[in-house]
Nanobody, 131 residues
Framework: QLQLVESGGGLVPIGGSLRLSCAASGSTSDYHAVAWFRQVPGKVREGISC????????DYADSVKGRFTISRDAAKNTVYLQMNSLKPEDTAVYYC????????????????????????WGQGTQVTVQG
């Protein structure tokens, strides 16, 4: 069993930055990718970034490309999402999730993801970009 805990959300002005963390514990060796998603009430959950645990390859949704950076610290079993140049439309609850699917998992993630690939989820952290 894998447990994921997000942190780092908060209130930030337009153009500001935040770094989200996703700390994993438990059966961390069983998972091959970690991704960040976000959701606004009434809208479909959006996959925004993904990183493979093997080769650290990444992919991003067009909506965040060039502004957000995903990274991981294997020693700490933690994945980060550095968010810069934040916009009001980035306001959402951000979730991290992990996949047991054999790699590659993140290929074309920014375009489309398979919900069934993501079996472990954190509780979410709110990000609010205030205009």
């Amino acid at each position: 069993q894998l447990q994921l805990v997000e942190s780092g959300g908060g209130l930030v002005p337009i153009g500001g930055s935040l770094r989200l963390s996703c700390a994993a514990s438990g059966s961390t060796s069983d998972y091959h990718a970690v991704a960040w998603f976000r959701q606004v009430p009434g809208k479909v959950r959006e996959g925004i970034s993904c990183i493979e645990t093997g080769d650290s390859s990444t992919d991003y949704a067009d909506s965040v490309k060039g502004r957000f950076t995903i990274s991981r610290d294997a020693a700490k079993n933690t994945v980060y999402l550095q968010m810069n140049s934040l916009k009001p439309e980035d306001t959402a609850v951000y979730y991290c999730a992990a996949s047991q699917r054999a790699p590659p998992v993140c290929q074309a993630f920014g375009t489309y993801y398979f919900p069934a690939d993501w079996g472990s989820w954190g509780q979410g952290t709110q990000v609010t970009v205030q205009g």
